[in-house]
């Protein structure tokens, strides 16, 4: 089965750097991605959508400055928290769309901001 | 964001009883999915639904797209304690389209 390989699992920064996560699909091509960011016993909410080889689409209230996007490559799709401050503090999910259909999940980020 | 409206948001029983949850929306979907996501991992798909009406199961899950194509439920049958986790009703507007997720409903299972 899709296979998405999210990296790193866990990190913790110190305030004011940037940190990148990083989302790859394994066994297939994936022309979008989505990134979601999910706080503690709350749900998914959706940041943006990732499109190889163009500019991410971002949801409304979410800065595009400082979540950059880059999705460069069929199997790639990158995260970069700029500037983080401790309420960047959350758990980072993306996932693949592997067919019209089909959205496999990765295992998600755990990032902490010090 | 938007979001759905998924009841409840937990529930604690015993082993072996049966467990239904629902998501209501205001808008229309064309298709609803139902995920289980443990804890520290991403969600993982365990029902797909694509036409008002369907019901579909999936071993002892079982899960419905509501006709008026604004709602759907998860039953779980006689339930172990690996069902143990949250369950989130997602809905999409169009085939490839962005997901919206419901709140979640945390079940936690009595041996």
């Known amino acids: 089965g899709a296979v998405v390989s999210q990296h790193p699992s866990r990190v913790i920064c110190k305030s004011g750097t940037s940190v990148k996560i990083e989302c790859r699909s394994l066994?297939?091509?994936?022309?979008?991605m989505f990134w979601y960011r999910q706080f503690p016993k709350q749900s998914l909410m959706l940041m943006a959508t990732?499109?190889?080889?163009?500019?991410?689409?971002?949801e409304q209230g979410v800065e595009k400055d400082k979540f950059l996007i880059n999705h460069a490559s069929l199997t790639l799709s990158t995260l970069t928290v700029t500037s983080a401050h401790p309420e960047d503090s959350s758990f980072y999910i993306c996932?693949?769309?592997?067919?019209?259909?089909?959205?496999?999940f990765g295992s998600g980020t755990r990032l902490t901001v010090v | 964001g938007q979001q759905l409206n998924q009841s409840p948001q937990s529930m604690f029983i015993q082993e072996g009883e049966d467990v239904s949850m629902n998501c209501t929306s205001s808008?229309?979907?064309?298709?609803w999915l139902w995920y289980k996501q443990d804890p520290g991992e991403g969600p993982v798909l365990l029902i797909a639904?694509?036409?008002?009406?369907e019901l579909t199961s999936n071993g002892r899950l079982t899960a419905q797209f509501g006709i008026t194509r604004k709602d759907s439920f998860l039953n779980i049958s006689a339930s172990i304690p690996s069902d143990v986790g949250i369950y989130f009703c997602?809905?999409?507007?169009?085939?490839?389209?962005?997901?919206?997720f419901g709140q979640g409903t945390e079940l936690s299972v009595k041996p």
């Open positions: 990732s499109n190889e080889g163009s500019k991410a689409t971002y």
């Open positions: 066994d297939f091509q994936a022309t979008t």
């Open positions: 997602a809905g999409r507007y169009n085939q490839g389209g962005k997901l919206i």
């Open positions: 639904l694509y036409k008002a009406g």
């Open positions: 996932s693949a769309r592997e067919s019209i259909d089909g959205y496999t």
């Open positions: 808008s229309i979907f064309n298709t």
